[in-house]
């Protein structure tokens, strides 16, 4: 029996609203994301593939102007208006111990073994895992109709030291403002490399 295969692509339109019309936003419009669209993301952020189910991302939504107050602190100079008006910005950290979390997330097999005894080991994989995971909060967002606005400019220890201090084994990798976007806060979109310019086929 022939086995059939189905055309599974999205459309233009989705295409569009996850890559090629996405942007990352500067400033936000005055309309607020709910607790239920941060749970809406999470619900699609862990469905996405890491190593052995490893679900090493701790993320922490800032959304009360307290929290935001204190994130504001943190970041450089040129991130704190853009952090002050999001409606929530997420702090994606990974757990250097997640492996203790194996047992019930690859529980076929002693998963949680390969991993004890060696940090360094468990740093990388958090850390590389955790940034596939922060990668497929953007695209939740987008998915579900919300933009975002990635940055790397933030003081890591003050942020760990201000919302991480009762996980000091939680490092931050990257913080990411979600909401909707302000148009006029983007500017002409930068240039994309042709397939050739990066890449080969082997």
């Keep these: 029996m022939s086995r059939q295969f189905h055309d599974h692509r ?3 339109e989705a295409l569009a609203q996850l890559f090629t019309e996405a942007r990352s936003y500067n400033g936000w419009l005055d309309q607020p994301v709910t607790d239920e669209q941060l749970h809406a993301i999470w619900d699609l952020v862990k469905m996405g593939p890491t190593s052995a189910n490893m679900q090493p991302a701790r993320i922490v939504w800032v959304k009360s102007p307290e929290a935001k107050a204190k994130l504001v602190d943190c970041v450089s100079e040129g991130n704190k208006a853009k952090v002050a008006a999001a409606p929530v910005t997420a702090l994606i950290a ?3 111990d997640f492996h203790e979390e194996l047992p019930s997330l690859f529980p076929h097999t002693d998963a949680k073994s390969w991993f004890a005894g060696d940090e360094a080991g468990r740093k990388e994989g958090a850390f590389r895992n955790s940034s596939l995971q922060g990668a497929y909060l953007m695209l939740a967002a987008r998915a579900l109709g919300l933009d975002t606005g ?6 890591g220890a003050a942020v760990e030291a201000a919302f991480f201090a009762d996980h000091p084994r939680h490092k931050i990798n990257f913080i990411c403002s979600i909401g909707y976007g302000d148009p006029a806060s983007i500017f002409e979109r930068s240039p994309r490399p042709d397939f050739g310019r990066f890449t080969r086929i082997a």
């Design 10 to 12: 999205l459309d233009s």
């Design 94 to 96: 990974y757990d250097i």
């Design 150 to 155: 990635p940055m790397s400019g933030f003081d």
